[in-house]
């Protein structure tokens, strides 16, 4: 099985300034990564996805992140964070071992919540 | 254009009562989920169906059973209800992206109190 860890539960910046939330994961196989937005009393929102390719990947609303398979992480960035950023942030992973039965099966880590700041 | 919708968003019930929830997707996807946030808003994933039949099945209490009439819908259903089922339940649908790799979508979530 998959494990995700988001080494940070809160991160409170002030509006404009830069943001990283950290996620690492533990696996035997390859992955897929993803990360979503979870806006208060709303569902979860795809920010972004890392299947293969380029290890930057760009998102909506100005966030990107990047895949590095020899530190196992995930990080999402943005360079200057607006107060509408404010939300609870998942990284999740879901394996390439290519069974049907896993369809698409992800592994949620437990959240960062980025509280932006005026 | 709701892509993925619950009903009813905010259920309130006692100890020891039947209740459901309803999830439909119009997006036309083969598979749904039932994901379960507790309070620490840590995501586990309970149930997948693809075309209607049961394919992932996590350690859950056999009083919450999944029904799929449809593969455009995925209702979850709870007996005698406990404490600890609290939580706030999310549908999902996906799409097959590449190869094995699906996008999940999500429905707003129901917000369910066991009191």
């Known amino acids: 099985a998959q494990s995700v860890t988001q080494l940070d539960s809160q991160v409170p910046v002030f509006e404009e300034a830069p943001v990283e939330l950290r996620c690492n994961y533990s696996s035997s196989v390859s992955v897929y990564l993803f990360w979503y937005v979870q806006y208060p009393n709303q569902g979860l929102q795809l920010l972004l996805k890392?299947?293969?390719?380029?290890?930057l990947v760009k998102g909506i609303n100005g966030f990107e992140a990047e895949f590095n398979k020899s530190q196992t992480s995930f990080h999402l960035r943005k360079p200057s964070v607006h107060i509408s950023d404010t939300a609870e942030y998942f990284c999740?992973?879901?394996?390439?071992?290519?069974?049907?039965?896993?369809?698409?099966?992800?592994?949620f880590g437990r959240g960062t919540q980025l509280t932006v700041w005026p | 254009d709701t892509a993925v919708s619950q009903t009813p968003k905010y259920l309130v019930t006692q100890m020891g009562n039947d209740k459901s929830i309803k999830c439909e997707q119009n997006l036309g996807h083969d598979t749904m989920y039932w994901y379960k946030q507790d309070s620490k808003k840590f995501l586990k994933i309970m149930f997948s169906y693809n075309n209607k039949e049961l394919i992932i099945n996590e350690t859950v209490p056999n009083r919450f059973s999944p029904k799929s009439p449809d593969k455009a819908h995925l209702n979850l259903h709870i007996n005698s209800l406990e404490l600890g089922d609290s939580a706030v339940y999310f549908c999902a649908s996906s799409r097959r992206v590449a190869g094995e790799v699906y996008e999940q979508f999500f429905g707003p979530g129901t917000r369910l109190t066991v009191l």
């Open positions: 999740a992973v879901s394996d390439q071992l290519g069974r049907g039965s896993t369809l698409g099966r992800l592994y």
């Open positions: 890392y299947l293969s390719g380029s290890t």
